[in-house]
């Protein structure tokens, strides 16, 4: 079973002890997921693919700084109660998340997806990156989220 990751708008994300929030160094989040994941993967020289047993597959990218994109592709990711991430469709989370009054817009950062203001994130469906269905393809948190 999949354990849930909380969402910790414009922070980052964490679940039980385990934390991945903006600025942290790569060196720091590599040795604080050393124990919970398999070594991190790395497609780009500034991104790490996270990748645990139970299916979580979580990417982040790096600045100069630290942390600057986190990337949940696979796996649970809730806020307030509400799953963001995980055998939901786009339509239930945009109607859950509509109850607490967030408000959305198309992105103005990146290229796919819906923004999801005041929680800045991003959500894209498999259909807005070229798949099929509404089931939900990825949330990205950013600390260049702009509102």
């Not at 590599?30 to 398999?38: G, I, K, N, P, T």
């Not at 796996?75 to 786009?90: F, N, R, S």
């Not at 203001?117 to 099929?132: C, F, H, K, S, Y």
């Amino acid at each position: 079973m999949t354990s849930a990751w909380t969402l910790r708008p414009r922070e980052g994300v964490e679940r039980s002890e385990l934390k991945i929030v903006f600025g942290q160094s790569r060196e720091a989040v590599r040795e604080h997921l050393q124990d919970a994941f398999a070594p991190p993967q790395s497609h780009f020289e500034d991104e790490d693919d996270f990748a645990h047993p139970d299916g979580t597959l979580i990417r982040v990218r790096y600045d100069q700084v630290g942390v600057q994109d986190i990337e949940v592709l696979e796996g649970v990711l809730m806020y307030e109660g509400i799953k963001l991430c995980g055998a939901e469709t786009w339509p239930q989370v945009m109607s859950q998340l509509a109850t607490l009054g967030i408000t959305f817009r198309p992105t103005q950062w990146l290229g796919d997806g819906t923004d999801c203001l005041p929680i800045a994130v991003n959500i894209a469906t498999r259909e807005q990156i070229g798949g099929d269905g509404d089931g939900v393809e990825w949330v990205i948190l950013s600390k260049r989220f702009r509102d």
